[in-house]
């Protein structure tokens, strides 16, 4: 284990890259990326410097919804590897100083899991459908749904089986949700917890964390939008229901019985920090994504306002604030920062939310980098998703009929969903599918851009300038000076539109101070040692989109 890494609370700090399974390497050329794959590039990933990777779903699927319809839970999907690869890539990563996370699904199953085919089998009214959330329908003859609960992608959320009962999925119809009221099903989620502790896993990243839960009224929301008001004292019936809590409670004291502490990492989208804090309490999750960070435009009064806002609800409960800039159910930041910012709808992450606004790559790109060593000098933990440190844009030309993802289909073809994220890495600039795929491999499962060249890992190894070589940069010195990662901050008095902030030295060094640049005009930076910048410098000054890291 390789310096700060090694302790127990390496969570506090870590610098987590997401690997999508399917994008990430392909080794066997069949054009979807595989376990192997991941193996094959552990050397690229040391070299960048993270702390742990978080795999998203390498189960068994029938892959409606990429991996995240899960057909067993222990095991690994077969288009991915075995499971024996799986135990060699996590000891292989541990070897190299790397924590593994993965991905569990709670909120649903895949239709075709075991015990919902035996629910199926089952009939109304039987133990085995109480594992899901199985209701007769409303109407003379039960024909219309149980109530007006919509899917996240589009269309009702219920979807009816032969016997005439009806079944609630959150997601897409393959994806029913699960009964967290049943014991067989919690035994079931920590035996799963177990299975991959035993492994050697080092936590678990937690799919739809607010989600668990339900109202079982299942009243009507006739209406009633998601994310609530900051001050609403009413619950919603499906999301950030108060009773989820019970159930990370228990989960926790599971991954407290090993040795050190496996960690929980929640996927929770609420919208308001005081109810985002109510899973970090210490005896809940260790962490969670700040999705206000992700989606926070770029503008200076906004990322202060977040920043503030996460530090001091985090330090509440105890908890490292984190920090997040993309992920696979997102547009990249290059290309959500390639357009105007102000006038944003809250919470806009996808390029529906950008519609009819002009984009400027360069400027993305500029930004994008700038926004990397923002978020790395911020106190607490931090996630890279795989390509950005690549600089990747969203891929926003794939062609309607080469489309996988479920929200396409589901939204009617109102909205494009998320594959422009999931596009294949670009390993080489030359190749089959960019070294995505070994040469003479199948076609990627999804088209890259025919532009992507001199974006390949390999043309930017080595390259002074590189987005590759800034993330090595910024990784490296955050591995060594100790100043960064979990601890002390305060701002700093600088001109208009510079947010400046300092993370105070430790253990005898000198601290670290952080500017960026929001403004249309270069400013003179203070006296100091430059350690790292996004962009070229003029001289002392700092050019508009650029942060440059400074000794204290
Ligand atoms: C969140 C995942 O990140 C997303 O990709 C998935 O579609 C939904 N949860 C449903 O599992």
């Not at 690994?76 to 075995?82: A, Y």
């Not at 600039?429 to 390949?456: E, K, N």
Request: include cysteine; charged fraction near 25%; proline fraction near 8%.
């Amino acid at each position: 284990m390789q310096g700060r890494n090694a302790d127990d609370d390496w969570w506090r700090h870590a610098v987590v890259y997401q690997v999508y399974p399917r994008s990430f390497a392909d080794a066997d050329g069949d054009g979807v990326g595989d376990v192997a794959g991941i193996r094959s590039k552990l050397p690229h990933l040391a070299a960048l410097g993270v702390d742990a990777i978080w795999i998203s779903p390498w189960y068994p699927s029938p892959m409606k919804d990429a991996g995240y319809d899960v057909s067993d839970y222990r095991d690994i999907e077969p288009v991915f590897g075995t499971l024996a690869e799986a135990d060699a890539l996590i000891a292989e990563a541990h070897e190299a100083g790397i924590k593994v996370i993965i991905d569990i699904v709670p909120n649903h199953t895949s239709d075709q899991h075991v015990l919902f085919q035996r629910a199926l089998a089952a009939g109304p009214g039987s133990p085995e459908r109480d594992l899901f959330i199985f209701r007769d329908g409303r109407g003379a003859g039960g024909e219309l749904p149980p109530n007006d609960w919509q899917s996240t992608f589009g269309g009702p959320a219920w979807t009816r089986v032969a016997d005439g009962q009806w079944y609630l999925h959150l997601f897409t119809p393959e994806q029913p949700d699960v009964n967290w009221r049943s014991p067989a099903i919690r035994a079931e989620f920590e035996t799963s917890l177990r299975f991959w502790f035993d492994r050697g896993i080092d936590g678990f990243r937690i799919d739809v964390a607010h989600g668990l839960e339900k109202d079982w009224a299942l009243p009507d929301l006739n209406g009633l939008e998601f994310p609530l008001e900051d001050d609403a004292e009413h619950d919603h019936p499906h999301w950030d229901q108060p009773r989820v809590h019970d159930i990370f409670r228990e989960w926790r004291t599971v991954a407290d019985e090993y040795s050190p502490s496996r960690a929980f990492c929640g996927e929770i989208w609420v919208g308001r920090a005081h109810r985002l804090v109510a899973y970090l309490r210490p005896d809940e999750l260790h962490t969670a994504f700040n999705f206000d960070f992700l989606t926070a435009p770029w503008l200076p009064g906004d990322l202060r306002a977040v920043i503030d806002r996460t530090i001091d609800s985090h330090a509440s409960v105890g908890a490292p604030p984190t920090w997040v800039l993309g992920n696979h159910d997102v547009a990249r930041p290059v290309s959500r920062y390639a357009r105007e910012q102000q006038g944003l709808v809250k919470m806009a992450r996808n390029l529906v939310h950008f519609e009819g606004r002009p984009a400027d790559f360069e400027l993305g790109l500029r930004r994008a980098r700038a926004a990397a060593l923002l978020m790395l000098a911020l106190p607490g933990g931090a996630y890279v998703y795989q390509g950005e440190e690549l600089g990747l844009p969203e891929a926003e030309h794939i062609p309607v009929e080469a489309l996988q993802d479920p929200v396409w289909v589901q939204s009617n073809g109102t909205d494009k969903g998320r594959d422009g994220c999931r596009v294949p890495l670009p390993w080489t600039a030359s190749g089959t599918s960019y070294g995505f795929s070994p040469a003479g491999g199948a076609a990627p499962w999804l088209p890259q851009p025919d532009d992507w060249a001199p974006l390949a890992a390999d043309a930017q190894d080595g390259v002074e300038g590189s987005t590759l070589e800034l993330y090595r940069a910024a990784l490296g010195l955050r591995r060594e000076l100790a100043a960064f990662g979990d601890g002390d901050f305060a701002w700093l008095d600088a001109p208009d539109g510079v947010l400046a902030f300092t993370r105070p030295g430790r253990a005898g060094e000198p601290g670290v101070r952080s500017w960026t640049n929001f403004g249309p005009d270069a400013v003179a930076l203070p006296e100091g040692e430059v350690l790292l910048a996004s962009g070229p410098l003029a001289g002392v000054m700092l050019p508009p989109d650029t942060t440059a890291w400074l000794r204290a």
